[in-house]
């Protein structure tokens, strides 16, 4: 005798929402994702994905796509006050150490195709507002539907999570970032520096560099939050020159666009309440020194439903994906929030503990952990 299908609601389009369709859809479940904006359209410019996120999109069917033409890491420097390298990385290219770098518009379109190709009704404009733990979800205007899971992908400000009353803590970072996408000129194209990742630190300042693509340049400017200047936008481009007067024609190409975000980590009690399951941001936030924020969301999305395959009891399955995967994300987020207090130390104190952390074996283990993890329904 076949088991029905079962059917799957889920709140938010992002990373999270999407992987978690198509990894549903993948194991024959009918899946409706509700995203409030208009079409897919990411916030922040650009993004890093590493070996485990990587891995997660192949499983996915995602990757090629993904990944088409963008930018493979292989280096990146931190430079101190002074424009001196304080500490470099390098990466493999080859597979089992890989990061890229990807416009987050090709991204989310990737997973997005993928998700239309596998059957996934994605429904543009909608907001939801509440699930129960019964398995309804509670659409904006009134709408409520049934499923077998609601999966409650809605972001670090998650309408859904909060419906249930699951968040345990939410915790403001000192610092914050200014993200923005910039097109790359033909100089940056065809040197070795303009192929390089970089971490330029000036103050409580930094810029990073990371080209995406042949055309794209994703810039992230972090600071303090008590650094009112330096998160204004439009950029404030005199005071942030002002810092890093060596990236003054940099700067000077910064439009008037861009975004500013304070870095939060978010905890809940549980990642799951009777038929709804949480996940990505809205389970997890993340301050994103690690750049794992999105790997965590792909790993989790995909185990989700992997750890669904089994026609148990759903209360029961979704307890033994939290306990399997919890610890990982949890270790990120640890050592991601170490990485912000770094932010705060004086100049030269921060230079001698960035060297460090860039020598050190053990603080490169616990930096890459997540990064070089296999994650579950991956192929080792
Ligand atoms: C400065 C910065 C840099 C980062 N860099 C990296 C990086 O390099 N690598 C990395 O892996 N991670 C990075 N991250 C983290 C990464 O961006 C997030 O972890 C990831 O986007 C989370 O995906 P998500 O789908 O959970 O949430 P989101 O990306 O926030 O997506 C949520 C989606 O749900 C929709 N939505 C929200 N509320 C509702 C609702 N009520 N109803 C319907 N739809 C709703 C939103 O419109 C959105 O499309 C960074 C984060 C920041 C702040």
């Not at 993928?114 to 659409?139: D, K, N």
């Not at 303009?194 to 560099?209: I, N």
């Not at 020159?241 to 809940?268: C, M, N, Q, Y």
Request: one cysteine or more; a positive charge; charged letters at 25%.
């Amino acid at each position: 005798m076949s088991t029905p299908r079962r059917h799957a609601e889920i709140a938010g389009g992002g990373i999270a929402g999407l992987a978690a369709a198509i990894a549903l859809a993948q194991r024959n479940w009918s899946v409706r994702v509700y995203e409030r904006g208009s079409a897919v359209r990411p916030e922040g410019a650009g993004i890093y994905i590493w070996e485990n996120g990587l891995r997660v999109l192949t499983a996915l069917g995602a990757h090629d796509a993904a990944v088409a033409g963008c930018h493979r890491g292989w280096m990146r420097e931190t430079r101190n006050d002074a424009n001196r390298v304080v500490a470099v990385a390098r990466w493999s290219t080859e597979p089992g150490r890989r990061v890229v770098s990807i416009a987050r518009l090709q991204l989310l379109g990737a997973l997005h195709d993928r998700a239309r190709e596998l059957g996934v009704e994605v429904v543009f404009g909608q907001e939801v507002a509440a699930a129960t733990p019964q398995g309804e979800i509670v659409l904006q205007d009134g709408t409520r539907r049934k499923a077998d899971l609601v999966v409650a992908a809605d972001g670090i400000n998650s309408k859904v999570r909060d419906s249930l009353g699951l968040l345990r803590s939410r915790r403001r970072h000192a610092d914050g970032a200014f993200r923005i996408m910039i097109p790359r000129t033909e100089a940056e194209r065809q040197s070795e520096d303009g192929q390089k990742y970089a971490e330029y630190w000036s103050g409580v300042r930094r810029v990073l560099y990371t080209p995406c693509n042949a055309n794209d340049l994703y810039l992230a400017l972090t600071t303090l939050e008590r650094d009112t200047e330096g998160q204004r936008v439009p950029l404030d481009k005199a005071a942030w020159t002002r810092s890093f007067p060596h990236l003054a024609s940099l700067i000077e190409r910064i439009g008037d666009s861009g975004r500013w975000d304070v870095f939060e980590t978010v905890k809940l009690k549980q990642w799951s309440s009777g038929r709804v399951a949480i996940v990505g941001d809205a389970a997890h936030a993340q301050a994103p020194n690690l750049g794992q924020g999105g790997g965590c969301s792909l790993m989790n999305s995909l185990a989700l439903a992997v750890a669904l395959e089994h026609p148990e009891v759903i209360g029961t399955a979704l307890a033994n994906w939290e306990q399997r995967e919890r610890p990982l994300t949890e270790h990120t987020q640890r050592v991601s929030a170490m990485y912000s207090k770094v932010t705060t130390l004086p100049p030269l104190l921060r230079s001698v503990t960035l060297s460090w952390l860039g020598k050190s074996k053990w603080a490169m283990e616990q930096r890459l952990r997540t990064a070089f993890h296999v994650p579950t329904g991956t192929v080792a």
